[in-house]
């Protein structure tokens, strides 16, 4: 069995300034981790992924998360916010890291970036 | 690039209609799958096809609903009688070999 637990239903930052969006999962398996991202009346876009190679991971956008086990968190981050920034995050954990394995989604983050 | 695209963006029934939603994936994937976010909620998968057939369902799939690929290109999902409580925004993710989904922008259904 697998759960995602995003801490933060909405955050709110000032562009310019560092986004958090944190993100605690369980899994009884070596997971994958993405993070996609929506934005109003568009699918949901993969920002990045994290398959079990390096644990800081590098994504689109300037977004980055890094995978610890040790707290069982993937937080994502980005240095610095924009206003084309503001949408819908999710976090979500695969059981394994093949093709066919269903996605189990947190609920969500809408990040808001305030001018 | 290549995109998922899911129709209509909207669909409005009466309780006890069918609705039909369709997907058309990206060219060469070979894994199919629907979930579906009711308003407020997570988004919860569905279903999984491979290969012509069923590999994985949640409990949600019920005898109501049912997958198919008709003309070996389009993905459907049959709600054979609607209940209020199928309404939710039902999004298509269709993936090749590595491991990533890539998701269509979504079937708003809305039950009346």
């Known amino acids: 069995a697998q759960s995602v637990t995003q801490l933060d239903s909405h955050v709110s930052v000032s562009e310019g300034t560092p986004v958090l969006l944190r993100c605690n999962y369980s899994?009884?398996?070596?997971?994958?981790l993405f993070w996609y991202v929506q934005h109003p009346n568009k699918g949901l876009q993969l920002l990045l992924k994290?398959?079990?190679?390096?644990?800081l991971v590098k994504g689109i956008n300037g977004f980055e998360a890094e995978f610890k086990k040790s707290e069982t968190s993937f937080h994502l981050t980005k240095p610095s916010a924009h206003m084309s920034d503001a949408a819908e995050y999710f976090c979500?954990?695969?059981?394994?890291?093949?093709?066919?394995?269903?996605?189990?989604f947190g609920g969500g983050t809408r990040l808001m970036v305030k001018p | 690039e290549p995109e998922v695209t899911q129709t209509p963006s909207h669909q409005v029934t009466q309780m006890g209609q069918e609705v039909i939603l369709r997907c058309v994936p990206i060219?060469?994937?070979?894994?199919f799958y629907w979930y579906r976010q009711i308003l407020g909620q997570k988004v919860e998968f569905l279903v999984s096809?491979?290969?012509?057939?069923?590999?994985?369902k949640s409990e949600i799939f019920d005898d109501q609903f049912s997958v198919e690929r008709p003309d070996g290109s389009n993905f459907t999902l049959k709600i054979r009688s609607t209940k209020l409580e199928d309404s939710a925004m039902y999004f298509c993710?269709?993936?090749?070999?590595?491991?990533?989904?890539?998701f269509g922008a979504g079937t708003r259904l809305s039950v009346l």
């Open positions: 979500v954990v695969s059981a394994r890291n093949n093709a066919g394995n269903m996605l189990t």
């Open positions: 899994s009884s398996y070596s997971p994958s």
């Open positions: 994290y398959t079990s190679a390096a644990t």
């Open positions: 060219s060469n994937h070979l894994y």
């Open positions: 096809f491979y290969n012509n057939e069923i590999s994985e």
């Open positions: 993710a269709t993936q090749g070999q590595e491991n990533i989904q890539y």
